[in-house]
């Protein structure tokens, strides 16, 4: 996942020698207590704020707490304000992921409004940033990091098949990350559900937009599972979930539009002073 990637580059310097019990979190070494990760993650925001363009639309981002409520009321407490929004970026191609900073700030590219067919896939995919978040998936990672740091001298890895000096990571981190994905997919499943979306959609969108791996360089050097591994397991997943009625509300053909508008009209978006929490 890139955005774990990034933040595992800027998070591990500022682990502590104290860990902390991950609780409800994902399973794990963590080094990070809640207050220290909450910290960490008021810095990055606000440095992701300064270097991307954060949409100041009220419609779009009420729209998307809005969603993010919904499934948060099915996680259980996890001692963080979940914080919200959108921002512009031109990703043309991919899983359009939202980035996911430690203390539960989640950004929502414009790309995956656009790219999304409905409501459902949306909800999808921002459930599958909310396990990321909920599971502390970001400081385990910078956790693990520090670990491998200390007891090997790691292989290299990169989001791309020519790494570069400045996207270099373990290969050991790189195989957590696909667990972390894994591990997002099959909470974000009954998360849709229980909100009232059909899990199936997520696996309509990750089947559509996950580039599949053609050669043998480009599935050890992805940050993702393997699509055919992954669509069995996400299936797998929702197979164990009770029968029900969903349903999906037109509201998000609106938002679309209004995305649209905005980058067609070339509407100024700047950073806003401060994110509300989603409604619930």
Not at 21 to 39: C, D, H, L, Q, T
Not at 130 to 155: C, F, K, M, W, Y
Not at 217 to 236: H, M
């Amino acid at each position: 996942m890139k955005p774990l990637a990034y933040l595992m580059l800027l998070a591990v310097p500022a682990l502590n020698a104290q860990q902390s019990p991950a609780g409800a979190a994902g399973r794990g070494v963590n080094f990070y207590s809640i207050e220290k990760e909450a910290a960490l993650g008021a810095q990055l925001a606000s440095e992701f704020q300064r270097q991307n363009k954060i949409l100041d639309n009220d419609q779009v981002n009420g729209y998307l707490n809005s969603v993010g409520g919904r499934l948060l009321k099915q996680i259980p407490e996890t001692g963080f304000t979940f914080r919200l929004a959108a921002f512009a970026d031109s990703e043309k191609s991919g899983v359009h992921e939202p980035r996911v900073l430690p203390g539960a700030h989640i950004y929502v590219p414009e790309s995956l409004i656009l790219a999304v067919k409905n409501e459902a896939e949306f909800a999808g995919m921002l459930a599958h940033a909310i396990a990321h978040s909920a599971n502390r998936d970001a400081t385990r990672q910078a956790s693990r990091a520090e670990l491998v740091q200390i007891g090997t001298i790691p292989l290299w890895m990169s989001d791309a098949a020519a790494p570069s000096a400045g996207n270099r990571m373990p290969i050991g981190i790189l195989q957590l990350q696909r667990g972390y994905e894994r591990e997002a997919d099959d909470r974000a499943a009954p998360m849709m559900a229980g909100a009232g979306w059909d899990p199936k959609a997520l696996v309509g969108y990750i089947e559509r937009e996950q580039p599949s791996a053609y050669t043998v360089t480009a599935a050890v050097f992805s940050a993702l599972p393997p699509l055919e591994e992954r669509i069995a397991d996400l299936r797998k997943s929702i197979g164990n979930l009770a029968p029900r009625d969903y349903s999906t509300s037109a509201e998000f053909a609106a938002i679309q539009a209004e995305v649209r508008r905005l980058n067609s009209d070339q509407v100024p978006r700047t950073p806003s002073p401060t994110l509300a929490p989603p409604q619930e």
